[in-house]
Structures are given as C-alpha cells and as structure tokens.
T-cell receptor, first 114, second 113 residues
Framework: DSGVTQTPKHLITATGQRVTLRCSPRSGDLSVYWYQQSLDQGLQFLIQYYNGEERAKGNILERFSAQQFPDLHSELNLSSLELGDSALYFC?????????????FGQGTRLTVV | DQQVKQNSPSLSVQEGRISILNCDYTNSMFDYFLWYKKYPAEGPTFLISISSIKDKNEDGRFTVFLNKSAKHLSLHIVPSQPGDSAVYFCAARNTGTASKLTFGTGTRLQVTL
C-alpha cells in the first residue's frame, strides 16, 4: 500500500460525458502528479500541483483540468470524453516538488469510454 | 517523440538466471534515471535509480548501469525470482523539469520455474 488513494478504481462512461477522478496523497505530501497510460504506452505526464498551486504542465488536453484542494487532495476533470481518452490514470504524490525516489503512485483509475 | 525507449516489450528468464532489461534515451538533458516495477492492478513502485554522475548503482539483487555516451541504461536482476515477474518501466528526469518523469513503454518480465 503506497498510501496514495485513487477513486474510483474503474469508470465506464459514454463519449461526450464528463468525469472526475480523485486522488488523496500520502499524509504530509504536498505534491500531486497526474499521469495517463494509454494502451501499450508509457506513462505520460499530465500536470502537477504543489500545495494547492499548479506547478508544472505536461501534455494535458484543454478538455482536461485539475485542481488541488486545501486538504491537498486533487481531482482530475475530463470533459467531452472521446474514445481515445480510455486509459489508466495514475496519481502520484511526493513530499516536495520533484518526482524523485520518494514519489509514490496510487493504484490508478481505469477509464473506459464507450 | 519517444525520448525514452524500451525496445523489448517482453522478456522471459528462468528462475535463478540473470534478467537484463534495457532502456535507451535521446534527450541529453536527462540527468536522473529511475526504474519502476508494476504488478497488475497496482501502481508503479520505485525500484532503483541512478544519477548521471554515476555509471552503476547496486541494491541487493538489482543493479542499474548507465552508459552516457551511448545514452543507454540497463537493469540487471540476479538471481531472478518468480516474484520479479512484472512490467518494468524505465523513467528519466532532468533537473530543469524535475516535476515530471518521462517513461518508457515498459518491458514485461516473466520469470519461469
């Protein structure tokens, strides 16, 4: 158990819909990172929040947005969903602002768009 | 643009033998490399890392080698055990963008009895 909790574990939704993925970081961790893993692909960095502020942005689509709340949990919002958005979405957390050996991943949310 | 490549999607090794997983990168700005292991239905877990100022780092049965001139790194597992069966991801980071890791596509290792 990494201490990072992601909900839900599985999500099936239709094209055009909007979903929210939730991540609770490890206790005391200030940074949350979101990654997307499509079929047979490596993990692609989407976005990072540090203590409530956006810290870094990767290849995140405009239809996607995220935020980190005062209690440090984070939500990733995916809207106008397309079939190609089907993927595993991972959240990771770390105490500081960089992805280092002390970053821990959650179990992921498997999103299926039909 | 795949900056971190794992060209072998899968590898099968007998228990007790050496497993060698390879990773190539193209971005010369990468200065820190990590290996993650991933079991089904779980998130990736950190395994071992190496800084670009070193050419080898060892942790128990796991050793990572870095060849900067060839932009190549490898993970050696000796001896391989059935519990090592998992997908292994190579990841790289550069100091300028320490917030993100660039991952390879993974190699599925199967350790057979």
């Amino acid at each position: 158990d990494s201490g990072v909790t992601q909900t839900p574990k599985h999500l099936i939704t239709a094209t055009g819909q909007r979903v929210t993925l939730r991540c609770s970081p490890r206790s005391g961790d200030l940074s949350v990172y979101w990654y997307q893993q499509s079929l047979d692909q490596g993990l692609q960095f989407l976005i990072q929040y540090y203590n409530g502020e956006e810290r870094a942005k990767g290849n995140i689509l405009e239809r996607f947005s995220a935020q980190q709340f005062p209690d440090l949990h984070s939500e990733l919002n995916l809207s106008s969903l397309e079939l190609g958005d089907s993927a595993l979405y991972f959240c990771a957390s770390s105490a500081l602002g960089s992805m280092n050996t002390e970053a821990f991943f959650g179990q992921g949310t498997r999103l299926t768009v039909v | 643009d795949q900056q971190v490549k794992q060209n072998s999607p899968s590898l099968s090794v007998q228990e007790g033998r050496i497993s060698i997983l390879n990773c190539d990168y193209t971005n010369s700005m990468f200065d820190y490399f990590l290996w993650y292991k991933k079991y089904p239905a779980e998130g990736p877990t950190f395994l071992i890392s190496i800084s670009s100022i070193k050419d080898k780092n060892e942790d128990g049965r796991f050793t990572v080698f870095l060849n900067k001139s060839a932009k190549h790194l490898s993970l050696h597992i000796v001896p391989s055990q059935p519990g090592d069966s998992a997908v292994y991801f190579c990841a790289a980071r550069n100091t300028g963008t320490a917030s993100k890791l660039t991952f390879g596509t993974g190699t599925r290792l199967q350790v057979t009895l």
